[in-house]
């Protein structure tokens, strides 16, 4: 009979490593779907819709172009192009191509920028609530992630009183979102110039910036700290195409960065993954540098249903609702539960909330610990106006058993 345990001969790093619990909620409701259930998934920020027609069919003409070789490790240089004069015209942000990395993925340029950056012990400040995977990441490139919490009466955004008093010697880089996942809250310019006017005396620290929601947002206008000239050197900046043009299949993300961070995200991703997928990288270029209106319109969609969520999820007691500015959550407190029995369970925390959701009202959520906000629960709004509707009415009659 073997004994032998084999957990214990994998790796410290996949043992310490947590599951991304977004995916894990994603995967549950996915089996109970299976089983027969009507669940409602408002679980992963994917966008509903489908890829833009001019995108998909320069896909297809790339197939018929012959594209099916391997590509440059850092990208084509047309996407490469297409992508700094986006960055240009979008944000003032001066790159040429040499400074872009295109990758599979966001996930995988903010992991080679942590792989390029951090030695062991160096810590970088990760405002809170997070998207799930920043912990992780920064701790596999041995980074320290520290957390600086952005707080409900602020909008759940970080103010340069506080970050000034987070950065120590070993500070090397900060890493937040705008819009923010899981909040929707986005910075101001003025935010974020006295961020950036904290900053701009450490010259040890860089600044992550991940800009993934950008084009869906609610209010007039976006900044990126990237377009500060006196931080312009030390700004990493990290999008994808994933949220905006509704290709999360597609797998393409990039960074923007001073040359020599560029050149070592390049070493780093040849070694590991190679160039990203010809197909997409040939069909990004037609979602940067062609038809917006595609893009605009599903913004639309997601202002109409934000106001939608909202107004709904408002009329539930005990609930405290932020509006989110920009991406496509709705993040409540949901801590005046905690304590509460349907006679059968009582609610300890907000992960006991999100499985009493599921089960009670078949409606599929994650609880805000995966984003260091332990009163929280992220809902998406990614998703039809019926189904919004419905799982709001579930949720409102489960909430409504609690006592």
């Not at 920020?45 to 850092?74: C, M, R, S, W």
């Not at 986006?86 to 990758?103: A, C, R, T, Y």
């Not at 959550?329 to 907000?350: H, M, R, W």
Request: charged share 20%; proline share 4%; with cysteine.
């Amino acid at each position: 009979m073997n004994t032998l345990n084999i957990t214990a001969l994998l790796s410290q790093r996949v043992n310490q490593m947590a599951e991304a619990e977004t995916l894990a909620m994603s995967k549950k409701t996915r089996e109970l779907a299976a089983q027969g259930y009507d669940i409602i998934n408002l679980t992963l920020g994917e966008p509903d819709f489908q890829t833009p027609a001019h995108i998909k069919d320069a896909a297809k003409k790339a197939l018929d172009e012959g594209f099916t070789y391997y590509p440059p490790v850092a990208g084509y240089p047309e996407l490469r192009k297409a992508i700094a004069e986006k960055l240009k015209h979008d944000n003032g942000i001066d790159w040429q191509s040499e400074n872009i990395v295109v990758s599979t993925g966001a996930k995988q340029s903010i992991a080679n920028v942590c792989m390029a950056l951090l030695n062991a012990g160096d810590e970088v400040i990760i405002f809170t609530p997070y998207w799930v995977s920043y912990r992780e990441i920064v701790k596999l490139a041995e980074g320290n992630p520290i957390f600086l919490a952005g707080t409900p009466e602020n909008d759940y955004k970080v103010t340069p009183e506080q970050l000034a008093k987070a950065i120590t010697p070993r500070t090397k880089a900060i890493l937040y979102s705008s819009p923010s996942n899981p909040t929707g809250a986005t910075y101001t310019q003025a935010e974020i110039e006295a961020l950036a006017a904290v900053l701009i005396p450490h010259e040890q620290v860089y600044v992550i910036a991940d800009e993934i929601y950008e084009h869906i947002l609610f209010e007039p206008s976006y900044f990126s700290i990237g377009s500060i000239s006196a931080l312009k050197e030390r700004v990493i900046t990290i999008n994808g195409f994933s949220k905006a043009y509704a290709m999360t299949g597609w797998r393409m993300g990039y960074s923007a960065s001073n040359k020599e961070i560029a050149q070592a995200c390049e070493k780093i991703q040849g070694q590991i993954t190679s160039g990203a997928c010809t197909i997409t990288q040939r069909a990004s270029i037609a979602a940067v540098a062609g038809d917006q209106a595609p893009t605009k319109e599903m913004c639309q969609a997601y202002l109409r249903r934000r106001d939608l969520m909202h107004s709904l999820m408002s009329e539930i007691p005990n609930l405290k609702i932020f509006k989110p500015q920009g991406a496509f959550y709705l993040f409540p407190d949901v801590s005046a539960y905690f304590g509460k029995s349907d006679g059968e369970q009582t609610i300890q925390n907000a992960n006991d909330l999100s499985m009493y959701l599921l089960y009670k009202a078949r409606v599929a959520s994650v609880a805000g610990s995966a984003f260091g906000a332990e009163n929280n629960i992220r809902f998406s709004f990614a998703t039809s106006d019926e189904k919004i509707v419905e799982a709001v009415k579930r949720i409102k009659e489960a909430l409504a058993m609690l006592k």
